[in-house]
């Protein structure tokens, strides 16, 4: 396997792009009540065999083990259920977790819900500024950050 990209499994994926490459951040607008949380979930259970770090910002670890939507028995599987996250915590957060773990793969939902420390800026300059730091800090830590 070469060590630069992960190569998807899933059919309509493979179709719309080529495989995964480390140092990138995949970024995918799904509208709630639309399978966001599916996505996600289906996501990580191919990638079950890389240690992988969730950031559930929308739902509590408890509830997502309560309705059986993530597999327990998921080994390389982290999750931090943090509500009101600023993005420089979610980056140390994760730098932690890739030293330690050696994670290579991270789950962001709900982008939305992450917190910049300039509160003043519209919503299209604050999903700018997130995508930019998340792009910087998948490049700077070799990872893939969905």
Known sequence: MNNNFIETKLFFLDKEIEPFYFGNTYYYKIKIRKGRMNFVLKLIEEFKTYPTLFFSLEMAEETLKKMN????????????????????N?????????????????????????????????????????????????????????
């Not at 939507?69 to 999750?79: A, E, G, R, S």
């Not at 998948?138 to 990872?143: G, Q």
């Open 69 to 88: 939507l993530i597999d327990k028995t998921n080994q390389n599987l982290f999750i931090i259920d943090t509500p009101n996250l600023n993005i420089d």
């Open 90 to 146: 979610l980056c140390l957060l994760a730098e932690k977790y890739i030293n330690k773990n050696k994670t290579k793969i991270i789950f962001i939902d709900y982008l939305k819900l992450l917190t910049v420390t300039d509160e003043n800026i519209s919503e299209i300059e604050k999903e700018e500024l997130l995508l930019n730091k998340l792009k910087e800090f998948a490049k700077k830590n070799n990872i893939i950050i969905f």
